[in-house]
Nanobody, 122 residues
Framework: QVQLVESGGGLVQAGGSLRLSCVAS????????MGWFRQAPGKEREFVGF????????VYDDSVKGRFTVSRDDAKNTVYLQMNSLKPEDTAAYYC???????????????WGQGTQVTVSS
């Protein structure tokens, strides 16, 4: 089983960019679909995007499509979330997660990082 550690969060002005990283320890990182989720204060955790374990195909929520990009470097056991054109409504704690399935649903993700905070000021 992998362990996940996110980094790269911070405070950014609207319209700005941030890149989050999630480093995995353990074996067989390349065998996992890696997802990004976020949770704003007082709201449920929601899907952002994922990159599959085979072929590195990506899927995004409509709210971030065209602005966010998920990528992975299996040699570095790392998955990235590049966030451009950030909006105040993107403010949330961002979590990476690992799954043996290819899905956008949280129930399929059994390993989670501790989260990193992203705050977008207007």
């Amino acid at each position: 089983q992998v362990q996940l550690v996110e980094s790269g969060g911070g405070l950014v002005q609207a319209g700005g960019s941030l890149r989050l990283s999630c480093v995995a320890s353990g074996r067989a990182f390349s065998s996992y679909t890696m997802g990004w989720f976020r949770q704003a204060p007082g709201k449920e955790r929601e899907f952002v995007g994922f990159i599959s374990r085979i072929g590195s195909s990506t899927v995004y929520d409509d709210s971030v499509k065209g602005r966010f990009t998920v990528s992975r470097d299996d040699a570095k056991n790392t998955v990235y979330l590049q966030m451009n054109s950030l909006k105040p409504e993107d403010t949330a704690a961002y979590y990476c997660a690992a799954s043996g399935a290819t899905s956008r649903y949280m129930a399929f993700y059994d390993t989670w990082g501790q989260g990193t905070q992203v705050t977008v000021s207007s």
